[in-house]
């Protein structure tokens, strides 16, 4: 059952080009639809978390990373009465816009694209969903409706000018409202987002022995999920324990984000998603002293596993490579697939072409931007380490 603060289907501010309803879908769940079956919700498989694709079956990718946080989104909407299937779109949409490689491959796209505007992983994702999928006879990009662009746009709080060029450019046609805080459901996929990367990169990391369970066990939260379970059972074995302290943990966080929201909702006294946008703070938090555990626990991540010696070398690895290629295309853009040389042909100047190259590189996974290097390189360190 919705509360009063849901964003209803039928309230919808519409899409760019208007469009019949559904028989049979609301609008968010058409929506929803349309990110699933997107080439780049696909490609998501292919590009890593924070292990590159091929180091291991069982790491996180962008694809189980966005099911991860779509299933903890629907979760916490469904208990505040909010919208699930809005929160699950903005959800499963929120991380199109990464490049290869994962914050490393953004990190090089940003410094190269510095002359040209940057780079912003959310905002190409409001690119891909607007301008790059193009698949329908009637426009280009997904049409998706104005509440799920705001949440894909916003989920992270306002986005103050100068923006993104990728951003300003479709906003000049829709407006988006980009100074305010977006809708309660965009706010709820954004903490569901922080509660799935908390959880997954513990898992990820005790799987690629950079740390241990005894390491886990001294931190705040994961100190006591651990005692539980050796108290209730004593002798687990190793991967069963360290799998009911972690589910234990990701509970935690959900509820903690379930209660905290719920009371700040309350103390805000808005009845609408009006009402939330214009309250100037966002209300979809953890309570202050999860904040400072999680905070501590961040800083162990950076230290142990981000900032690891093997972590370090692939970031080395694959930032030539982005720097590489875009040279390369930007260099000779006849090296660009013939789809896009209509795009070329379009760009203006200089940093036009710079544009469309980070579109073209922003799109690709892992593998076959670490074979694209090779075809136009040969075999670096990174491919050797794959059997390419």
């Given at each position: 059952?919705?509360?009063?603060?849901?964003?209803?289907?039928?309230?919808?501010?519409?899409?760019?080009?208007?469009?019949?309803?559904?028989?049979?879908?609301?609008?968010?769940?058409?929506?929803r639809?349309?990110?699933?079956?997107?080439?780049?919700?696909?490609?998501?498989?292919?590009?890593?978390?924070?292990?590159?694709?091929?180091?291991?079956?069982?790491?996180?990718?962008?694809?189980?990373?966005?099911?991860?946080?779509?299933?903890v989104?629907?979760?916490?909407?469904?208990?505040?009465?909010?919208?699930?299937?809005?929160?699950?779109?903005?959800?499963?949409?929120?991380?199109?816009?990464h490049?290869?490689?994962?914050?490393?491959g953004?990190?090089a796209?940003?410094?190269?694209?510095?002359p040209?505007?940057?780079?912003?992983?959310?905002?190409?994702?409001?690119?891909?969903?607007?301008?790059?999928?193009?698949?329908?006879?009637?426009?280009?990009?997904?049409?998706?409706?104005?509440?799920?662009?705001?949440?894909?746009?916003?989920?992270?709080?306002?986005?103050?000018?100068?923006?993104?060029?990728?951003?300003?450019?479709?906003?000049?046609l829709?407006d988006?409202?980009?100074?305010?805080?977006?809708?309660?459901?965009a706010?709820?996929a954004?903490?569901?987002?922080?509660?799935?990367?908390?959880?997954?990169?513990?898992h990820?990391?005790?799987?690629?022995g950079?740390?241990?369970?005894?390491?886990?066990?001294?931190?705040?939260?994961?100190?006591?999920?651990?005692?539980e379970?050796?108290?209730?059972?004593?002798?687990?074995?190793?991967?069963?324990?360290?799998?009911?302290?972690l589910r234990r943990?990701?509970?935690?966080?959900?509820e903690?984000?379930?209660?905290?929201?719920?009371?700040r909702?309350?103390?805000?006294?808005a009845?609408?998603?009006?009402?939330?946008?214009?309250?100037?703070?966002?209300?979809?938090?953890?309570?202050?002293?999860l904040?400072?555990?999680?905070?501590e626990?961040?800083?162990?991540l950076?230290?142990?596993?981000y900032?690891?010696?093997?972590?370090?070398?692939?970031?080395?690895?694959?930032?030539?490579v982005?720097?590489?290629?875009f040279?390369?295309?930007?260099?000779?853009?006849?090296?660009?697939?013939?789809?896009?040389?209509?795009?070329?042909?379009r760009?203006?100047g200089?940093?036009?072409?710079?544009?469309v190259?980070?579109?073209?590189?922003?799109?690709?996974t892992?593998?076959?931007?670490?074979?694209?290097?090779?075809?136009?390189f040969?075999?670096?360190?990174a491919?050797?380490?794959m059997?390419?």
């Amino acid at each position: 059952m919705f509360s009063t603060l849901a964003t209803r289907a039928e309230d919808s501010r519409g899409r760019l080009f208007p469009e019949d309803s559904s028989t049979f879908r609301s609008a968010f769940q058409r929506d929803r639809d349309r990110i699933i079956h997107s080439s780049a919700f696909r490609r998501l498989k292919h590009k890593t978390q924070v292990f590159v694709e091929h180091e291991g079956d069982y790491f996180r990718t962008r694809l189980t990373h966005s099911i991860e946080v779509a299933q903890v989104a629907r979760t916490i909407a469904g208990a505040l009465g909010l919208n699930a299937e809005l929160t699950e779109a903005v959800a499963l949409a929120h991380d199109l816009g990464h490049p290869p490689f994962g914050h490393t491959g953004e990190e090089a796209l940003h410094r190269l694209m510095a002359p040209h505007g940057g780079f912003d992983h959310n905002a190409q994702a409001i690119r891909i969903v607007t301008s790059l999928e193009r698949h329908y006879a009637r426009f280009d990009g997904l049409n998706l409706t104005w509440e799920t662009l705001e949440g894909i746009a916003k989920h992270n709080g306002p986005v103050p000018a100068p923006r993104p060029y990728a951003l300003e450019d479709y906003n000049r046609l829709h407006d988006l409202e980009l100074d305010t805080h977006a809708g309660p459901e965009a706010q709820v996929a954004a903490l569901a987002d922080d509660v799935a990367y908390n959880n997954h990169d513990l898992h990820d990391g005790l799987r690629a022995g950079l740390f241990t369970e005894d390491d886990l066990a001294t931190l705040p939260v994961l100190d006591s999920c651990f005692a539980e379970v050796d108290r209730l059972y004593p002798g687990l074995e190793a991967h069963r324990r360290r799998h009911e302290a972690l589910r234990r943990f990701f509970g935690i966080l959900v509820e903690d984000v379930i209660d905290t929201t719920c009371a700040r909702l309350g103390e805000a006294g808005a009845r609408t998603a009006a009402e939330v946008r214009g309250l100037g703070y966002p209300v979809a938090r953890f309570s202050a002293g999860l904040w400072r555990d999680l905070k501590e626990i961040r800083g162990f991540l950076f230290r142990r596993m981000y900032r690891a010696p093997s972590v370090v070398a692939m970031r080395q690895e694959v930032t030539q490579v982005v720097e590489e290629l875009f040279g390369a295309y930007c260099a000779d853009p006849s090296l660009l697939p013939e789809e896009w040389q209509r795009d070329v042909a379009r760009a203006a100047g200089e940093t036009g072409l710079a544009r469309v190259v980070t579109d073209y590189i922003a799109g690709m996974t892992d593998r076959f931007a670490l074979q694209e290097h090779a075809r136009l390189f040969g075999k670096g360190a990174a491919l050797r380490a794959m059997g390419i």
